[in-house]
């Protein structure tokens, strides 16, 4: 059993222009603050100040920055368009609410962290709730004065907020099927846990140049996009030393979209907490914080390229050599587990797809309910915006089916409802330029009708984006679609979508995948986008060669 390595000190004066945390000036103002007082800090002020005195009384660099280390960000201003987003301040766009993100590592939840999570929602979320596509759970509308409370009946059942957003190690995203699937080739559970529990919420990890994050997975469906992490771990088989992870790194979509790398490297289970530290601390200490556009990991691995990032892995890092190791073979399933599927004891989970990840707390109960009256207490979330409902007893598998159908959660959902995710959009994101959850809706009900009985066959995967950033991994999806504004034909105008075709991960091996292509000049408004996907799939499917994928 190799010991698992403390995080050592920032190592200062790197080159390349960045700046270690104990390191050099001068220091941009993000920089400069989180090194003074970082975000971890603030949770004393809005237990002891912020939440007794309310919104007015939060310092500005609290309420921009450190919150976001506790998951909690301002939500924009109900009413104010598209257009004014680039041209108004911040502070102008933002509500008195806050976003508030539950960090699910691994997506793993209890029914009982479920009907805690609905409950928050009805009693201080006016309702809301929203799976991401990164496992976590967001409620919108939270007051800052509520928020001792909701952590504490959060952390009453194991939950937080801890490090949800921010410059640190995000949610830690896990095969949805961990533990279960009777197909899996190991476990990743514990690695989830050893990563989370040692690393997340601690000073030393706690100030990296941007978000980090993290995928691991021991289902051969590569079920966690893991080419677009930070760092990733995906079970392999290796011919003399048995099941590990092979290693990925610098990966990241936003406006500048990059696929991880392989290093090479093969990870035995009992390492990857140790590699993880490694790349984390490479990130922290190595990492570029003048621009934060060019902060993520993938800019230095570009700069570095693979060899010299392993290398200085192992050689400053680790203090011993990894194993070279195979790539993972291609996925003979899709990873988003919709449908009913058998576990390892002979039991059923049951993958079901809400519509765009939009939920609310009474749903939430209520499945939560539904699960234990059938003898489950176990459930999960998804990278594609999903649930996957545990341990269910074969013979009541068509009664948690019609009872998740009836609170619409579909386990045969159509192609459009199954591959159709949605970033928040301009009901509650300041960055946003268009609606997007709505309009993702409203295309998949049109879809269904207009192509009603046509056998589409694979899913085609629509993801919607309500501004240049990537929320929604727009490159990654057969069609992706930007938010932006496009005239209207009147001298005013109207929400729209740039589209990027032909996306897909098919994860094996960085030089196979592929990020999608903005069509150039392609433009279609939010009302014609139905229409515009209608014509396209009837299009593909005339078009296509056997079993060509949209991607090809
Ligand atoms: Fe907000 Fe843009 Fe992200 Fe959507 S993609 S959630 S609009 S920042």
Redesign the pocket.
């Known amino acids: 059993m190799v010991e698992t390595q403390r995080p050592g000190r920032p190592v200062a004066n790197r080159s390349h222009g960045q700046w270690a945390v104990d390191g050099t000036t001068p220091l941009n103002g993000n920089e400069r603050w989180k090194q003074e007082d970082g975000g971890l800090a603030v949770r004393q002020r809005i237990l002891d100040t912020y939440s007794r005195d309310g919104f007015a009384s939060i310092d500005p660099t609290d309420l921009h920055g450190r919150f976001r280390w506790w998951g909690l960000y301002t939500q924009r201003r109900p009413g104010i368009d598209g257009g004014k987003t680039a041209t108004l301040e911040p502070h102008e766009l933002e509500d008195e609410y806050f976003m508030l993100r539950v960090r699910i590592d691994g997506g793993q939840l209890t029914t009982e962290q479920l009907r805690t999570i609905g409950g928050i929602s009805v009693e201080f979320a006016r309702g809301s709730a929203d799976l991401t596509d990164r496992q976590n759970i967001q409620l919108h509308w939270i007051r800052v004065e509520d928020v001792p409370e909701i952590w504490r009946r959060l952390e009453a059942v194991g939950l937080g907020t801890t490090e949800a957003c921010g410059d640190v190690p995000r949610v830690v995203l896990g095969s949805p099927v961990a533990g279960i699937a009777a197909d899996e080739l190991i476990d990743p559970t514990a690695v989830i846990d050893e990563i989370t529990q040692r690393y997340i919420g601690i000073p030393e990890l706690a100030n990296l140049p941007r978000k980090f994050k993290t995928a691991v997975t021991g289902h051969p469906s590569l079920d966690v996009v893991h080419e677009i992490n930070d760092v990733a771990f995906v079970a392999v088989r290796h011919p003399e030393l048995g099941v590990g992870y092979d290693l990925w790194v610098g990966g990241g979509l936003s406006t500048a979209p990059r696929l991880g790398e392989r290093l090479g490297a093969f990870v035995a289970p009992e390492r990857v907490a140790d590699a993880w530290l490694g790349v984390a601390s490479i990130f922290r200490d190595y990492g570029y914080r003048r621009l934060r556009n060019k902060a993520r990991l993938k800019f230095l691995l570009a700069d570095w390229g693979a060899a010299r990032f392993r290398e200085v892995l192992e050689t400053e890092y680790l203090g011993y050599a990894l194993p070279d190791g195979p790539a993972p073979e291609q996925p003979a399933t899709p990873g988003d587990h919709v449908g009913v599927h058998r576990q390892k004891d002979g039991r059923a989970y049951i993958g079901v797809a809400p519509t765009v990840g939009r939920v609310d707390g009474p749903t939430l109960v209520a499945l939560a309910d539904l699960l234990e009256a059938h003898g489950s207490r176990r459930l999960r979330t998804t990278p594609h915006q999903k649930l996957v409902l545990l341990d269910v007893p074969e013979e009541r598998v068509e009664q948690v089916v019609a009872g998740a159908a009836a609170l619409g959660l579909s386990a045969t959902p159509s192609p459009f409802r199954r591959s159709t995710i949605a970033?928040?959009?301009?009901q509650y994101?300041?960055?946003?330029?268009v609606e997007?959850k709505d309009a993702a809706t409203r295309a998949i009900e049109q879809l269904e009708q207009r192509l009603a009985g046509v056998e589409v066959g694979a899913p085609i995967s629509l993801h919607v984006?309500?501004?240049?950033?990537?929320?929604?991994r727009i490159q990654t999806a057969d069609i992706g679609l930007k938010?932006q504004l496009l005239p209207d034909g009147a001298g005013g105008q109207q929400p729209g979508f740039q589209v990027h075709l032909g996306g897909g991960l098919v994860s094996t091996d960085r030089d196979e995948a592929g990020l999608g292509r903005t069509v150039r000049g392609l433009k279609v408004t939010a009302d014609d986008l139905p229409e515009y996907v209608e014509r396209l799939v009837r299009r593909f499917m005339a078009d296509r060669d056997g079993g060509e994928s949209f991607a090809q």
């Not at 970033?423 to 301009?426: D, F, L, N």
């Not at 984006?465 to 929604?472: E, I, L, R, T, Y």
């Open positions: 970033c928040t959009g301009i994101c300041k960055l946003a330029i997007t984006n309500g501004c240049p950033n990537s929320c929604a938010g």
